[in-house]
């Protein structure tokens, strides 16, 4: 069987280093808040290109705690709208009602699964305050169009990088820095993934860099002394150093996924399959490769009958989520096709040369 994702596979090749740090980390004594965090966040701002990184527990975390400090500093309000993208992961419109906020549900465009920002200025009223584009599946959002609308309206703009660590524009446009914050998650399974769970927030603002830091620990600077209300999410000093040592093969992990990507969209060739959309530039790190069809099931289990392991992203959309009663009759068709169609491939660099020309076969014997 060929896994959607064998994570001991790729984490493989870290283990000697894994094991070194661990022992530097028993030996230190140092757990919360140490050294190994510090690192991580000078070296991932400097890798995103923005002026801060504060690590915390988790990407939900990270967006949370982005949206409660602009609420802290006064720049959104308890009952502020914010527009999301009706097909993203559940995560991004819980991070929004968790900081007192609405959600906003704009449908997204059916080639590339991210937010349409034409959708956008339609849904935007009095009330809408910010706006979450996700850069979903590892491919950014359409930034350039996001910020005008933005500017026009004096919306902040907060990414929701969790799928996207390395997806840029250009070497200075990168996911993390397209925006006036971004929340990123190391869930095992991400391009950078840490051995537990894990999260970032990055920004270039300084005030809000600095609310950060006191929230995500109680909301404390100085050891029991708590300026605000704050939480406990803090990036774990073991999880860290394995992202510090994760992080100096982000690029070559990013750049085996963008060719496997290539070879997958030029030689998959069958009617009853649609590719995903890409322009070849590097604005993808494919987290996710997701193909659509009009009969998935069928197609899930003709895979699987051939030894090849696949997963769907995301079966269920938010607004038909039972936690989600009061939106359970709204109909967003756009949103609604895609989580019925969609069907994730394996794409990672565990794989082997003979295993993705089995895919590849396979797809086009279908």
Not at 184 to 189: E, Q, R, T, V
Request: glycine residues 6%; hydrophobic residues 40%.
């Amino acid at each position: 069987m060929i896994h959607f994702l064998n994570l001991k596979k790729l984490n493989q090749p870290f283990e000697t280093a894994f094991e070194k740090k661990m022992k530097q980390f028993l030996e230190g004594g140092w757990y919360i808040l140490g050294n190994e965090v510090k690192q991580f966040e000078t070296d991932f701002a400097t890798y995103c290109r923005t002026k801060h990184c504060t690590g915390v527990g988790n990407g939900l975390d990270a967006l949370v705690l982005i949206f409660k400090a602009y609420v802290h500093l006064g720049k959104l309000n308890k009952g502020d709208e914010v527009i999301v993208p009706a097909n993203t992961y559940i995560a991004s419109i819980l991070a929004v009602l968790q900081a007192d906020l609405v959600p906003v549900l704009v449908e997204p465009r059916l080639e590339t699964f991210n937010i349409n920002p034409e959708e956008i200025e339609a849904k935007i009223t009095s009330k809408t305050k910010a706006i979450l584009p996700v850069h979903l599946y590892g491919q950014l959002a359409e930034m350039k169009a996001i910020n005008e609308i933005a500017q026009k309206h004096n919306l902040l703009v907060i990414e929701d990088a969790a799928q996207a660590h390395g997806s840029q524009f250009s070497e200075n446009e990168k996911a993390g820095n397209l925006s006036h914050a971004a929340g990123f998650s190391f869930y095992p399974g991400k391009n950078l993934g840490a051995l537990g769970d894990a999260g970032a927030i990055t920004t270039n603002d300084d005030a809000l860099a600095e609310v950060l830091f006191s929230m995500r620990n109680y909301g404390s600077k100085v050891k029991y002394e708590n300026e605000i209300i704050g939480v406990n999410s803090r990036l774990d000093e073991l999880q860290a150093a394995f992202l510090n040592i994760k992080l100096k093969q982000l690029d070559s992990e990013n750049e085996f996924r963008r060719s496997m990507a290539k070879r997958y969209l030029s030689e998959i060739k069958n009617d009853k399959i649609i590719m995903p959309s890409w322009d070849l530039s590097q604005n993808h790190v494919f987290h996710l490769f997701v193909i659509r069809t009009s009969n998935r099931t069928d197609l899930q289990n003709y895979l699987n009958e051939n030894g090849i392991e696949t997963m769907i992203h995301y079966p269920i959309p938010p607004h038909k989520q039972k936690a989600m009663e009061c939106w359970n009759l709204l109909e967003f068709p756009i949103t609604e096709k895609i989580h019925n169609e969609v069907l994730s491939i394996p794409l990672n660099s565990g794989l082997k040369a003979s295993e993705i020309q089995h895919i590849i076969t396979t797809l086009n014997n279908y």
